[in-house]
């Protein structure tokens, strides 16, 4: 399985950002995808999760409202529009593709290289 994440950028507070992840290699459907981050000097953190037929999804407390994970299955890609971004939402973002809809990174089997989302106050 491959992952390739795109959509990073530099975006004012408040602003709003795209991520894209495109998967290939094995059947998409077949898995959960989801979205983590890593800010400089600090663990991942689970940021949002979609199970594989889009019905069940998952966010993060600290992303709840703001941001928005979904799938197409025909296009293998899965995405997460980032609104009313914030200074601490500053960090690498990598999706991650696993067998079962979890919060848990350790669950998850493949992951992309991630794309850089930096927000300025």
């Known amino acids: 399985v491959q992952l390739q994440a795109s959509g990073g950028g530099l975006v004012q507070a408040g602003g709003s950002l795209r991520l894209s992840c495109a998967f290939s290699?094995?059947?998409?459907?077949?898995?959960?995808m989801g979205w983590f981050r890593q800010a400089s000097g600090k663990e991942r953190e689970f940021v949002a999760t979609?199970?594989?037929?889009?019905?069940?999804?998952y966010y993060a407390d600290t992303v709840k409202g703001r941001f928005t994970i979904s799938r197409d299955n025909a296009k293998n890609s899965v995405s997460l529009q980032m609104n009313s971004l914030k200074p601490e939402d500053t960090a690498a973002y990598y999706c991650?593709?696993?067998?079962?809809?979890?919060?848990?990174?350790?669950?998850?089997?493949?992951w992309g290289q991630g794309t850089q989302v930096t927000v300025s106050s």
């Open positions: 991650a593709a696993g067998v079962i809809t979890t919060i848990r990174g350790s669950l998850y089997s493949y």
């Open positions: 290699g094995r059947t998409f459907s077949d898995y959960a």
């Open positions: 979609i199970s594989k037929g889009g019905s069940t999804i």
